[in-house]
């Protein structure tokens, strides 16, 4: 696992940037945290990082936005699921044989995704030293032999921002 800090929406998505160039075709990243913890301004960063100049908004309401990049980006949100059965209309398997797909609140339907992803958990300061509202705690952890094998990469992109765990 790595840990990083941030502390402002700029740094979330500047290092949400850094870690889109240790991406590969068909790659699945599941955020996680608390709401208003920085997702989609993490996924607005990762865009950018794929080149994608398109306004990146979140898709609570859609579910899921594409954007063309460097990589096709899959943007989705499935906050408002209330079913995780609600997930086979998404199409999650067709969906991930190209481009990078991130999912906010994917760990509300961990059981439907692959086994290799990696999860990114963000979350906000929990106010016991000198409270930031805007500092948050990124918890990276790889799942599966594709994320594992990338660990250093990953830990080399985000290094400005990585903490000990």
Known sequence: MLCATTTGPDETRALARALSGCVNDGDLLVLSGDLGAGKTCFSQGFGEGLGIDDRITSPTFTLHNQYQGRLLFNHLDVYR?????????????????????????????????????????????????????????????????????????????????????
């Open 81 to 165: 699921l209330d079913d995780i059965e609600e997930t086979l209309d998404l199409d999650l398997p067709e969906m991930l044989e190209s481009g990078v797909t991130i999912v906010e609140w994917g760990d509300q339907i961990d059981p439907v995704l692959p086994s290799d992803h990696l999860v990114v958990r963000i979350l906000m300061d929990d106010g016991l030293s000198e409270p930031d509202d805007d500092r948050r705690f990124f918890q990276i952890e790889a799942g599966g032999p594709g994320w594992t094998d990338r660990l250093g990469e990953l830990q080399a992109a985000i290094n400005p921002w990585v903490q000990p765990c």
